[in-house]
């Protein structure tokens, strides 16, 4: 039982380098997102998906793209890293939207680096 | 806009005693969803518990519990007989319409043995 997976754990970027961030999740849940914990500042939210192949905005969005061609995969990209998106980021899902029938279910984080 | 309130950075308590983390919230909506999240140092995000906006009784689970008090906009955690294993951030949540959780900046709790 997986559940939420996030992969890699930790990564470093320089500046300007792209990379993708894994999220996988085998509970067959409709509704995915990615949110950003920074120090001081809680988690924000940057893209969710509500099912495959519908994507949309969060609050802080810029400098991220998202796709959702399957039901258990949501990855995130970063096109040009930034020092500023050094942060933990979190990708997490539940069965239809939030709710309280329908908590997220969080995957373990993965620390960026952007130097 | 929505926005959550911690306005405790830091708390401690002893083991076995118990301690309540505040959080408020300030919203227009009348109908929506609280949620208490841990985040121990493995840095996994856990449900502790949740609480509908409409429902007036206060959500219990084992040794959590909140005080939920609507016209205040308040929504505190009571965590009794305290554990070493309860040491953790701890993050209040808000939701309104589907498809985010607004979060509070978190408190920090130390368990004393």
């Known amino acids: 039982n997986a559940g939420v997976t996030q992969t890699p754990k930790f990564q470093v970027l320089k500046t300007g380098q792209s990379m993708t961030l894994q999220c996988a999740q085998d509970?067959?849940?409709?509704?995915m997102s990615w949110y950003r914990q920074d120090p001081g500042m809680g988690l924000r939210l940057i893209h969710y998906?509500?099912?495959?192949?519908?994507?949309d905005q969060g609050e802080v969005p810029n400098g991220y793209n998202v796709s959702r061609s399957t039901t258990e995969d949501f990855p995130l990209r970063l096109l040009s890293a930034a020092p500023s998106q050094t942060s933990v980021y979190f990708c997490?899902?539940?069965?239809?939207?939030?709710?309280?029938?329908?908590?997220?279910?969080f995957g373990n984080g993965t620390r960026l680096t952007v130097t | 806009a929505q926005t959550v309130t911690q306005s405790q950075p830091e708390m401690s308590v002893q083991e076995a005693e118990t301690v309540t983390l505040s959080c408020t919230y300030d919203?227009?909506?009348?109908?929506?969803?609280l949620f208490w999240y841990k985040q121990p140092p493995s840095r996994q995000m856990i449900l502790v518990i949740r609480q509908e906006a409409y429902k007036q009784q206060n959500a219990t689970e084992n040794r959590f519990s909140v005080n939920f008090q609507k016209a205040a906009k308040s929504f505190s955690l009571k965590i009794s007989d305290s554990q070493l294993g309860d040491a953790a951030m701890y993050f209040c949540?808000?939701?309104?319409?589907?498809?985010?959780?607004?979060f509070g900046t978190g408190t920090r709790l130390t368990v004393i043995p």
């Open positions: 997490a899902s539940s069965v239809t939207g939030v709710s309280y029938n329908s908590p997220l279910h």
């Open positions: 509970m067959n849940h409709e509704y």
């Open positions: 998906s509500v099912g495959a192949g519908i994507t």
């Open positions: 919203t227009s909506e009348s109908d929506y969803y």
């Open positions: 949540a808000f939701q309104t319409g589907a498809n985010n959780l607004f």
